[in-house]
């Protein structure tokens, strides 16, 4: 090859080329690749040493790459330095140059390339966690079951006389429902949670958290709440929204140590913003979007924390302080609800977060707040369940609203009080991962055996364990644990009420509690 065409093909290279001495590894020449890659115009890359522009790691990795005399050497995840102080990750190459005692070094940036592992180690470390939070899910959601369950029981019982008495079972269910929050937590941000959503207001969401916003940001923040009377209406999980709304708060909270304003705005808008951000991935959709704000006037976001503040595990509180699961959770519920975030930020000027969810036009389905307006029934249930503690919950919840409970331990054992059981099953209510035979299965024979009854599934499981076992919430009657009585009474009172609905029956077993 003639010297004018080895030229050309360096300076026009793809990647940076460095011409070194092999001994010092002073730079001989550069090409303008090189010199875009480390930020120094050619004099001033000639005038100095590969050793000032690598990383150590990777300067003494050169060192040793550049014995061999023939083949070439690969060098991956060096850092290339640039005058201010920032680094590119590279990866190298070092061959014999035609010329003796020089080495030819290419340096091709890597930047891609460690993005996309950063995303593969999160994306596992998500999993990682993922299943943990998977596989204690089922036991710890039972005895959370357990615990919420007897506890409100006992919070409506006439024998509850003192006000001590009902605040002590009050500090109990909070416990409880904050332990349910952080299982809740680790797997919505895995994807792993249960959903279950149906057509609800975000001022309604509003109105159902206000009262325990004050108590948790403290008297030292005002909060503001303003709320578009003719926000529109979405599909999602009442629950998750709910948490949604708490950890933007709690986190705006903590961003004003000192005190200050905290508003919290509902409205309509026509279409989600579009920007750089990489968190922001929707424009125009038909219907828009109903939009949840959280503002405070705290300390603002700087540009490098913006970049991870959704990421699992990453916080900017001391050890101790935070789990660097609030914000992550949040992303991932919103996506998980087809939706988008915006953040507007500056550094000492405070943070706004814009939660965008589609609007939908469905009607808006009432469902009873208090534990009093919980309706029962005079029913016949089958219950199932493997767990001796949730069974006895679940069946004092059902006895105490008026219901027939007929109780099994196991699939084999409910089939055979099926078959025994001369008079109507109106319900099977069945757990879902049970020993031998699982729910489904049971629900499957069941179905078979009394066709004019109808099922409701309720579970400890994540969300892809049951559609691994074959039952599609919401698709299916299904309840997730940890639910309360209240709770469960009403999911049961709505599941007979469809039945009957469905299958023309009057209604002549409702009775109220």
């Known amino acids: 090859m003639k010297m004018r065409d080895y030229r050309t093909l360096f300076s026009n290279a793809p990647d940076a080329l460095l011409l070194v001495e092999r001994e010092t590894l002073a730079i001989v020449d550069a090409n303008r690749r090189a010199c875009e890659l480390f930020g120094r115009s050619e004099e001033e890359l000639r005038a100095t040493n590969v050793g000032k522009l690598l990383n150590p790691a990777g300067c003494a990795r050169l060192s040793m790459g550049t014995a061999p005399p023939s083949a070439a050497a690969e060098i991956a995840d060096c850092a290339a330095k640039r005058p201010d102080n920032t680094t590119v990750p590279v990866d190298v190459t070092v061959s014999q140059a035609p010329e003796g005692g020089l080495v030819i070094v290419a340096l091709h940036d890597a930047t891609e390339k460690a993005k996309m592992r950063d995303q593969l180690r999160q994306a596992q470390k998500m999993e990682a966690v993922g299943m943990l939070a998977g596989g204690i899910a089922h036991d710890f959601n039972n005895l959370l079951t357990i615990i919420s369950g007897y506890t409100q029981m006992l919070m409506i019982s006439p024998q509850l006389t003192t006000e001590r008495d009902r605040t002590a079972l009050e500090q109990v269910l909070r416990a409880s429902e904050r332990a349910a929050d952080l299982t809740t937590q680790l797997l919505a941000f895995s994807r792993r949670q249960t959903v279950q959503p149906r057509v609800i207001e975000l001022n309604r969401i509003v109105d159902q958290t206000a009262s325990m916003l004050q108590r948790l940001i403290g008297e030292d923040i005002e909060l ?42 509902t409205r ?88 965008y969810l589609p609007r939908i036009q469905h009607e808006l389905i009432d469902e009873p707040t208090s534990i009093s307006e919980a309706a029962g029934g005079h029913e016949t249930i089958l219950l199932v369940e493997d767990e001796e503690g949730v069974r ?122």
Do not use: W
């Open 224 to 265: 503001q709440i303003e709320k578009s009377p003719d926000a529109g209406r979405i599909h999602a999980d009442p629950a998750q929204m709910q948490q949604v709304l708490l950890n933007l708060v709690i986190n705006a909270r903590d961003a004003m140590p000192g005190g200050g304003t905290l508003v919290i705005r």
């Open 392 to 513: 006895r919950t679940v069946h004092s919840a059902l006895e105490r609203r008026g219901y027939q409970v007929l109780v099994a331990g196991s699939g084999d054992e409910a089939l055979d009080l099926s078959r025994a059981h001369q008079g109507k099953i109106d319900l099977l209510l069945t757990d879902v991962v049970m020993p031998q035979m699982n729910g489904r299965e049971l629900a499957r024979i069941f179905g078979q055996e009394r066709p004019d009854s109808t099922v409701m599934f309720i579970s400890g499981y994540p969300g892809d364990t049951l559609q691994l076992k074959g039952v599609a919430a919401p698709e299916a009657a299904f309840l997730a644990k940890p639910f309360t009585p209240l709770a469960l009474t009403r999911k049961v009172r709505q599941v007979l009420d469809q039945h009957r609905a469905q299958s023309g029956e009057p209604n002549t077993n409702q009775a109220s509690g």
């Open 268 to 355: 309509n808008s026509a279409v989600a913003p579009r920007s750089h951000d990489r968190h922001n991935d929707r424009g125009h959709r038909r219907g828009g979007y109903v939009v949840l704000e959280i503002c405070d006037t705290g300390t603002g976001i700087d540009a490098a924390t913006r970049e991870k503040i959704f990421e699992p595990f990453f916080t900017t509180k001391p050890e101790g302080k935070g789990t660097g699961l609030g914000l992550s959770t949040v992303y991932a519920i919103v996506k998980q609800a087809h939706g988008t975030i915006d953040l507007h930020t500056e550094v000492g000027h405070g943070a706004t977060f814009s939660v």
